[in-house]
């Protein structure tokens, strides 16, 4: 059987460190104001982490509650590598692509920076490459080397300038039995990667016995992201 990468974020053990994000742009050489990966914040309730954003309600970083029975959500966010993708569809050029097991990728050589893949994504996942890249002093540029499958451009250290880019579940390291950076580096073990068609795989374990639930879900683009959900006392939800 084809396999189906997919990831489990357990927002039960996430404590919003971001390191996540700073590892994701490191080993992605992610420019400045540029991230795949981000950490948005809100009331710890099953509907506000299901919804794609924290509540219009709740400022960011404002915990709900009355000091000192405090309580704050943490929602990492990034490509939801959806089996029906938005991007992909309106894509004019097919610069995005969906591979056999689920990995939605840009190609850089095909890009020609439209952005309509930008305005048709619901998580807000893309990025843009406006102008010549700037990296913080003494940041690795030219990190890594260009990798491509199929013969398609899906990384290189140095994005050009109008091109469309996002989490790439690192292609570069699944395709050779690693994990992606962010599931590797995160601390609180807040984060499964694996085959979503193998029932055995502990991220189809973790969906199945703990009620794992895909952000928007009602739009129908089946996203191969999964998150196990708190209430407000920090308990995970049914």
């Given at each position: 059987?084809?396999?189906?990468?997919?990831?489990?974020?357990?927002?039960?053990?996430?404590?919003?460190?971001?390191?996540?994000?700073?590892?994701?742009?490191?080993?992605?050489?992610?420019?400045?104001?540029?991230?795949?990966n981000?950490?948005l914040?809100?009331?710890p309730s099953?509907?506000?982490?299901?919804?794609?954003?924290?509540?219009?309600?709740?400022a960011?970083?404002?915990?709900?509650?009355?000091?000192?029975n405090?309580?704050?959500?943490?929602?990492?966010?990034?490509?939801?590598?959806?089996?029906?993708?938005?991007?992909?569809?309106?894509?004019?050029?097919?610069?995005?692509f969906?591979?056999?097991?689920?990995?939605?990728?840009?190609?850089?050589?095909?890009?020609?920076?439209?952005?309509?893949?930008?305005?048709?994504?619901?998580?807000?996942?893309?990025a843009?490459?406006?102008?010549?890249?700037?990296?913080?002093p003494?940041?690795?540029?030219?990190?890594?080397?260009?990798?491509?499958?199929?013969?398609?451009?899906?990384?290189?250290?140095?994005?050009?300038?109008?091109?469309?880019?996002?989490?790439?579940?690192c292609?570069?390291r699944?395709?050779?039995?690693?994990?992606?950076?962010?599931?590797?580096?995160?601390?609180?073990?807040?984060?499964?990667?694996?085959?979503?068609?193998?029932?055995?795989?502990?991220?189809?374990?973790a969906?199945?016995?703990?009620?794992?639930?895909?952000?928007?879900?009602?739009?129908?683009?089946?996203?191969?992201?999964?998150?196990?959900?708190?209430?407000?006392?920090?308990?995970l939800?049914?």
């Amino acid at each position: 059987m084809t396999k189906h990468w997919g990831m489990v974020i357990d927002q039960n053990r996430c404590v919003g460190c971001w390191t996540c994000a700073v590892s994701c742009k490191s080993i992605n050489n992610e420019p400045l104001g540029i991230f795949w990966n981000r950490v948005l914040t809100g009331e710890p309730s099953a509907s506000a982490s299901v919804s794609g954003a924290p509540p219009a309600s709740q400022a960011i970083d404002v915990p709900h509650g009355v000091f000192p029975n405090l309580a704050l959500a943490y929602q990492p966010t990034a490509c939801q590598h959806c089996a029906d993708a938005p991007c992909e569809k309106v894509c004019p050029v097919s610069a995005t692509f969906r591979r056999e097991d689920g990995v939605v990728l840009v190609d850089f050589e095909r890009c020609i920076g439209c952005r309509y893949c930008l305005a048709a994504c619901p998580y807000g996942a893309r990025a843009f490459n406006w102008e010549k890249e700037q990296y913080a002093p003494d940041f690795p540029v030219g990190y890594g080397r260009d990798y491509r499958t199929g013969g398609r451009l899906v990384f290189t250290p140095v994005r050009p300038v109008g091109v469309a880019e996002k989490c790439t579940f690192c292609v570069e390291r699944i395709d050779v039995g690693k994990k992606p950076m962010c599931v590797e580096t995160c601390p609180a073990g807040a984060r499964i990667f694996g085959d979503l068609n193998d029932p055995a795989s502990e991220v189809s374990q973790a969906v199945n016995r703990q009620g794992g639930r895909q952000l928007l879900a009602d739009l129908g683009t089946r996203p191969s992201v999964y998150y196990l959900a708190v209430d407000r006392q920090g308990r995970l939800t049914d």
